[in-house]
């Protein structure tokens, strides 16, 4: 008698460590971690807070640009370009008076076609898209300088250059800024849109009261 109930203490315990070991190797084998971001991305849906920010134009930089920072900057150009006037080309053609020149203006300097094609000015706005990146400006320029992608930067060389000239060039005036009070009455102005419904009263309890004359059908009300 205790020899068979021995026997079957040893088969619920023997029972027992294998459903243990299978639940381990269950866990092992289905186990799941949470993942970094929840939910799955839908394709062409911005997640809010990405995307870049619209810049400023450059001549909200340039009312407040330093020649002087500028030329300290102009140094990462210096291992290419001289800015003194007479100053000699180098890999790079000599910038003296080059804001308001056409582009690629320097005789005799090897231009690349890409520039010698581009054709325009050194304006503002045309020299700081090149400063941005000169690959993205000339696609196959030999320039090989990635570009300033702080506006701040390029506003302070551009002031730089444009006063290592003979004939500067106007800085333009920077972009008109809306008061609170202008942006208050454009968005007033939206608002009162022409053709716009007018809204429509709302109607209390008493408003709604039953209007006069027999009402006939299952609409009609049911008297007591």
Request: negative net charge.
């Amino acid at each position: 008698m205790q020899d068979r109930k021995n026997t079957i203490a040893g088969w619920v315990l023997g029972a027992g460590i294998v459903a243990l070991g299978a639940s381990l190797v269950t866990g092992e084998v289905f186990k799941g971690e949470r993942p970094e971001e929840m939910g799955y991305p839908i394709e062409g849906v911005e997640v809010e807070g990405e995307g870049e920010v619209a810049e400023q134009p450059i001549a909200f930089f340039l009312a407040s640009a330093d020649a002087a920072a500028g030329e300290q900057v102009f140094k990462k150009c210096a291992a290419c370009h001289t800015a003194n006037q007479g100053g000699p080309n180098g890999l790079g053609p000599n910038l003296f008076g080059t804001m308001g020149k056409p582009v690629a203006h320097v005789a005799g300097f090897a231009y690349s076609d890409a520039l010698k094609s581009h054709g325009g000015t050194w304006d503002w706005e045309t020299m700081s898209q090149w400063l941005k990146s000169p690959r993205d400006f000339a696609p196959g320029t030999k320039m090989t300088f990635a570009g300033l992608s702080k506006p701040e930067d390029r506003a302070n060389v551009m002031a730089y250059l444009n006063s290592m000239s003979g004939s500067p060039i106007p800085v333009p005036p920077p972009p008109a800024v809306d008061t609170p009070a202008e942006v208050a009455a454009e968005e007033a102005d939206q608002g009162a849109l022409p053709g716009k419904a007018e809204d429509e009263p709302v109607l209390n309890e008493a408003a709604a009261q039953q209007p006069e004359g027999n009402i006939e059908g299952e609409a009609a009300p049911k008297t007591k």
